[in-house]
């Protein structure tokens, strides 16, 4: 379900993730574990009830993040693909259907575009003059498929921009020192074993960049201002969910919106 603001919740955690950008009219963070309900091992702020959560503590858990950040999170069905999808005031209705997509935009204040992730890359975007946001879910396979190209192309055509003008950023993520991957993954990006993104690590495994993977092509689609990307969900098990790491666990989201005015 898609969660809308409640009273009488916590406000927002200090733990929590935020861009250091600055985009006047644009809200962004990522939750972290802190400031949830759930327990174990989906403790605290799980926000997917598909994983097998209880499914009350997740609708409590999602209205903290609706509260916190004063606008309404549209969760998504995602399937690691490259689908983008533009996200209206309808969207927000507690009978709205859920998007299949791996990225969301708005023009619309109030609406949070939310990426879910428990290793894969959340990568939040901002037009200039908060004409347009967007969220994108990037694991290796729709990075490699463009989900960041395709969520870039929907901003700058709802913002009349250009990539340039857009500032991008990558939250948490499984880091360069814990991501092994096989051949396949190199592969489909065309990169050569061995080169800057992809470390030799054992008989057909490799260390695999995803931070630096998206760096690479959003500077490539001409984005120029790109931060974040510095923290490992693998490494630290107290601040945050990881799959690779626990196989059960819950689920983190980045989010970005337009504020609303008054």
Not at 9 to 36: C, F, H, I, K, Y
Not at 222 to 243: E, I, K, M, N, Y
């Amino acid at each position: 379900m898609n969660a809308a603001p409640a009273a009488g919740v916590p406000a927002r955690p200090s733990e929590w993730l935020a861009p250091d950008w600055q985009v006047p009219g644009v809200g962004a963070l990522m939750t972290t574990r802190a400031g949830g309900v759930s327990a174990a091992p989906f403790g605290r702020l799980n926000l997917r009830a598909a994983v097998g959560d209880d499914a009350a503590a997740v609708a409590h858990n999602q209205r903290i993040v609706a509260q916190a950040i004063g606008a309404t999170p549209v969760y998504l069905n995602q399937v690691h693909g490259r689908e983008v999808v533009r996200l209206t005031a309808a969207d927000t209705r507690p009978d709205a259907a859920i998007y299949t997509a791996d990225a969301s935009i708005t023009t619309e204040p109030g609406i949070a575009c939310a990426a879910q992730v428990a290793d894969c890359l959340p990568v939040l975007f901002a037009a200039p003059g908060a004409r347009a946001v967007g969220a994108a879910h990037a694991g290796w396979r729709g990075l490699a498929l463009g989900v960041l190209e395709a969520t870039l192309h929907r901003v700058c055509e709802a913002a009349a921009c250009e990539p340039h003008e857009v500032q991008a950023w990558l939250g948490a993520c499984i880091g360069p020192t814990r991501f092994e991957v096989g051949p396949d993954v190199p592969a489909a990006f065309e990169a050569a074993p061995g080169s800057a993104r992809f470390r030799p690590h054992g008989p057909g495994k490799w260390l695999a960049d995803l931070p630096g993977l998206a760096r690479d092509r959003l500077h490539a689609a001409g984005v120029l201002d790109v931060s974040g990307g510095r923290w490992c969900t693998v490494s630290a098990p107290s601040q945050f969910f990881s799959f690779r790491r626990d196989r059960v666990t819950g689920r983190m989201a980045a989010l970005v919106w337009i504020e609303r005015l008054g």
